[in-house]
């Protein structure tokens, strides 16, 4: 009997180390063999998750949260991200939590940092728009995106950072780019990947930007109290002589039915700063946050 045959949504008892959901609900093992009905695959409009998810880690990736931090400069300040990736168009199965086939994603995401505690004293805004075509097959997916990025710095930063010369007031930054992205799960709540992208217009000198990383959290949907996960990404710009930052994330995560994520913990970031409008401008974070992951 399937979960949607059980008049009640009662929480059973975890069977040879797999978590049941519902009454009556099969273990779903996503490394394992597929079911008769996970390996029909068809044409889907807007399919409700992800083939390929967006690195838990990743300093610019689209999903929405906020992350409070202390800096060897200015004290306490935030920085919020307010995006997602949603699937647009899927030909493959019909698995949440880990679908195979073909699949065309539209990701977004606009980056607010504040110069200060004050809510209000915004630094700096980024805008990021990409559209993902990935392919998932076993234990690995690959994308391929066209992502484009916008950047604009604010005055309020160059009259904390006094090196900022009135001139770049109105500085922009903008890079058009063709991510290659892969990505394996060498256990269940494993995965690492790599991604390069290039740049065919770019405000930077160089055209080439890489990261890669890994990162612990569970597939399944976890139960109240949730499972503890961890990330750490290295992200790397040509522009930059090969330098970058080192960020990484722990705490505790909820996953739910539908595949998303809801993480809090803290976080540490090393190297350049998140934003693109300032290339040049190195800084060492240590703070807390809370993400919704898609």
């Given at each position: 009997m399937g979960w949607w045959a059980v008049p009640c949504g009662l929480v059973d008892q975890p069977v040879s180390g797999q978590e049941r959901v519902f009454v009556g609900a099969s273990p779903f093992d996503p490394f394992g063999d597929h079911s008769t009905t996970s390996e029909i695959r068809r044409l889907q409009l807007f399919p409700e998750?992800?083939?390929?998810h967006p690195y838990l880690a990743g300093p610019r990736e689209p999903r929405t949260g906020i992350q409070f931090f202390a800096n060897e400069e200015n004290g306490w300040s935030w920085f919020s991200t307010?995006?997602?990736?949603?699937?647009?168009?899927?030909y493959g199965t019909y698995d949440a939590f880990r679908p195979m086939g073909i699949q065309l994603d539209i990701a977004g995401a606009a980056q607010f940092r504040s110069a200060d505690a004050d809510v209000l004293d915004i630094a700096s805004t980024d805008l990021r728009l990409g559209f993902p075509l990935t392919i998932g097959w076993g234990t690995q997916e690959t994308k391929l995106e066209l992502c484009f990025v916008r950047a604009d710095l604010t005055g309020i930063f160059a009259d904390i950072q006094h090196d900022i010369q009135q001139d770049d007031l109105s500085r922009t930054f903008e890079r058009q780019a063709i991510l290659l992205g892969h990505s394996v799960h060498l256990a269940e709540k494993l995965r690492i990947y790599g991604e390069a992208g290039y740049a065919f217009n770019t405000d930077a000198d160089g055209q080439w930007e890489f990261q890669f990383g890994a990162e612990y959290a569970?597939?399944?949907p976890t139960r109240l109290w949730g499972a503890p996960f961890a990330a750490v990404n290295v992200y790397l710009l040509e522009a930059g002589n090969y330098s970058g930052n080192v960020t990484a994330h722990a705490g505790w995560c909820w996953r739910g039915r539908n595949a998303r994520l809801l993480r809090g913990g803290l976080f540490y970031s090393n190297g350049l700063t998140s934003s693109p409008v300032l290339p040049d401008h190195n800084e060492q974070l240590v703070g807390f946050g809370i993400w919704r992951d898609f």
């Open positions: 998750s992800l083939i390929y307010v995006g997602g990736q949603l699937g647009i168009v899927r569970p597939v399944m």
